[in-house]
């Protein structure tokens, strides 16, 4: 009865290389996102999905394309990986409609290695 | 742009003493200030929260405080105990995005 899942937990791959994160939310919620977070520990907003459609895009590399097939699910699709790209990648869901005034709920974190 | 301002960086207490994180927001349309704790390892989760028509909300051994003038508000942590130590985000919200602070990270000292 996990609220926000995402897979896989550590991804490990080489530089060049494609990759996708998968979120999942139970909760009923109609706002999803994306943050990027380094090893400086800084929570980078990178993607907003409300109801499926995009509501915030921060500047990040067009390698970087979120997928939302439906209103519970957001997926980060990462095209020709760099090395800049390692991080932990957390996905989040809010019953928030846009205004950014409600609880977020964090899921478990990938931690992307690119090597 | 927007933005959020998160002092100190590092704050390191011994256990039983008070804690206090501040941060600044600049976007005056801001009206949604949440704190988020996040431990080693783990996801961030929200601890508290407060907004622009309140001046202070206390949950047990923490409180937040807001100065809608100055545009400041705070997390104070009383009574620190080890399961305390943990990396605290401020954030401010209310106009189509919510903005993050740098986070703090807390060190209690046995």
């Known amino acids: 009865d996990t609220a926000v899942s995402q897979t896989p937990k550590y991804l490990v791959t080489q530089m060049g290389n494609d990759k996708s994160i998968k979120c999942e939310q139970n909760l009923g919620h109609d706002t999803m996102y994306w943050y990027k977070q380094d090893s400086k520990k800084f929570l980078k907003i990178m993607f907003s999905?409300?109801?499926?459609?995009?509501?915030i895009n921060e500047t990040v590399p067009n390698r970087f394309s979120p997928k939302s097939p439906d209103k519970a699910h957001l997926n980060l699709h990462i095209n020709s990986l760099e090395l800049g790209d390692s991080a932990v990648y957390f996905c989040a869901s809010s019953t928030d409609s846009g205004s950014a005034s409600y609880e977020q709920y964090f899921g478990p974190g990938t931690r992307l290695t690119v090597t | 742009g927007e933005n959020v301002e998160q002092h100190p960086s590092t704050l390191s207490v011994q256990e039983g003493d008070s804690a206090v994180i501040k941060c600044t927001y600049s976007d005056s349309a801001s009206n949604y200030f949440p704190w988020y704790k996040q431990e080693l390892g783990k996801r961030p989760q929200l601890i508290i929260d407060i907004r622009s028509n309140v001046g202070e909300k206390k949950d047990q051994r923490i409180a937040v405080t807001l100065n809608k003038t100055a545009k400041h508000f705070s997390l104070h942590i009383t009574e620190t105990q080890p399961e305390d130590s943990a990396v605290y985000f401020c954030a401010a919200g209310g106009n189509y995005q919510l903005i993050w602070g740098a986070g703090t990270k807390l060190i209690i000292k046995p």
């Open positions: 999905y409300n109801n499926k459609e995009l509501i």
